[in-house]
């Protein structure tokens, strides 16, 4: 059994997503959300589900070792970060080396970095005038945005599009394929293409 924790920051859409998908799943399993924020949405959402959580503050979350311990004591096996907004210790990361992964509402190695999340990359992808962004899904590594890309799902940007209108299409492209290829990549079914 593989055992997902989420850590997100904010409204936690694709968290519900992932939790809805492996509800009644017979390999995969998200038993824990994590998160920076006493007041995300998220929580209500995984109260509404029914998913134990755990909120950490700046201190406590840069301390690998009590992360470590709590992501223990729940089994997790994988990390999923939708949406959260603090760079996990590196510690961390190279314990789940390939066994985390981070979701960006944009085609990377464009827009990534410090400091672009959110409508950040989506007034920065309309400012540029692209006429086409999407999703990537990567490793995380100890740098922001910068592990290896697993999946990429492309939209247009129309002429009218507001950071709030691309955002949308954007959240729908997320939610159709985040959940998908979480499982091929966790039951080694996962391939490019
Ligand atoms: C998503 O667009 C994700 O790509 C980005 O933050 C947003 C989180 O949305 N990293 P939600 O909290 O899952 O609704």
Redesign the pocket.
């Known amino acids: 059994m593989h055992r997902l924790a989420i850590f997100?920051?904010?409204?936690?859409?694709?968290?519900?997503?992932i939790i809805r998908y492996f509800q009644d799943h017979p390999d995969i399993h998200v038993p824990l959300i994590v998160s920076n924020h006493a007041e995300a949405?998220?929580l209500q959402r995984a109260e509404n589900l029914k998913v134990p959580y755990v909120v950490f503050d700046r201190e406590a979350f840069s301390d690998a070792g009590s992360l470590l311990r709590v992501l223990q004591e729940h089994g997790i096996t994988w990390i999923v970060?939708?949406?959260?907004?603090w760079k996990v210790p590196d510690e961390l990361v190279k314990i789940y080396d390939r066994r985390m992964i981070?979701?960006?509402?944009a085609l990377l190695p464009s827009y990534g970095g410090k400091g672009m999340?959110?409508e950040r990359?989506h007034r920065a992808v309309l400012a540029a005038g692209e006429k086409e962004s999407g999703?990537t899904i990567h490793y995380v590594n100890e740098r922001y945005d910068e592990g290896e890309c697993i999946f990429q799902a492309r939209c247009p940007v129309l002429p009218e599009d507001t950071p709030e209108s691309l955002?949308d299409r954007?959240?729908a492209l997320?939610h159709k394929h985040f959940p998908v290829v979480i499982e091929g990549l966790l039951l080694g079914e996962w391939s490019e293409g």
Do not use: M, Q
């Open positions: 997100a920051s904010g409204s936690g859409s694709n968290a519900e997503r949405y998220v970060l939708a949406g959260f907004l981070n979701i960006h509402p999340y959110g990359v999703i955002a954007i959240h997320e």
